[in-house]
């Protein structure tokens, strides 16, 4: 199985500013890695899949790199509404999600 | 609309059994892999069982092999997880979920979610 650590575990940052998001698997997954974000008591939402590509509807300010086993998911101008738990998944090999980081707005 | 609907969730008995059910709307529902992914209270995202289009190919989660099983009508344009023996580590938010481009294993579409809760 491979397994996905995602850090930090808590970002907390001001409105304007950029988060940056990092999963990192334990073995290679090539760029077979997507992005979700989920709100308090709502389903996931897809934002960025096979490494870098943004699902329909999903803000510039969203982007995604990586390749391998180190990933990274930046938001730009970073916004309230941005208030989430973020989660990593691949599907290089079966499928697993990340424990996810956690942005908070100052 | 495009939509999904999950429904059967409850609470059960430690090694009862549950069937929960997801109706699709919106989208041609045979073209796409679906799947379930749970979260218990707290925690995170789980992936559990997954199925291809024509329900021809199923995937399950080592934690849920052998236990429970996923399925689909696609003249129903609904998909099943039956789901036995359940364990008090099963009880979760089980949710449904949509592939985004057919069989690519990201998911785009997610219902609500159905509640399980398993009681000792």
């Known amino acids: 199985e491979v397994v996905l650590t995602q850090s930090p575990a808590t970002l907390s940052l001001s409105p304007g500013e950029r988060a940056i998001l990092s999963c990192r698997a334990s073995q290679s997954v090539g760029t077979y890695l997507a992005w979700y974000q989920q709100k308090s008591g709502q389903a996931p939402r897809l934002l960025i899949y096979?490494?870098?590509k943004r699902a329909t509807g999903i803000p510039a300010r969203f982007s995604g790199s990586g390749s391998g086993t180190d990933f990274t998911l930046t938001i730009s101008n970073l916004e309230p509404e941005d208030l989430a738990v973020y989660y990593c998944q691949q599907r290089g090999n079966w499928l697993t999600f990340g424990g996810g980081t956690k942005v908070e707005i100052k | 609309e495009v939509q999904l609907l999950e429904s059967g969730g409850g609470m059960v008995q430690r090694g009862g059994s549950l069937r929960l059910s997801c109706a699709a709307s919106?989208?041609?529902?045979?073209?796409?892999?679906m799947t379930w992914v749970r979260q218990a209270p707290g925690k995170g995202l789980e992936w559990v069982a997954a199925i291809s289009g024509t329900g021809g190919n199923t995937y399950h989660a080592d934690p849920v092999k052998g236990r429970f099983t996923i399925s689909r009508d696609n003249s129903k344009n609904t998909v099943y997880l039956q789901m036995n023996s359940l364990r008090a580590e099963d009880t979760a938010v089980y949710y449904c979920?949509?592939?985004?481009?057919?069989?690519?294993?990201?998911?785009?579409?997610w219902g609500r979610g159905t509640l399980v809760t398993v009681s000792s």
């Open positions: 096979d490494a870098s």
């Open positions: 979920a949509k592939d985004v481009q057919g069989s690519v294993w990201y998911f785009d579409l």
């Open positions: 919106g989208f041609i529902f045979s073209d796409y892999v």
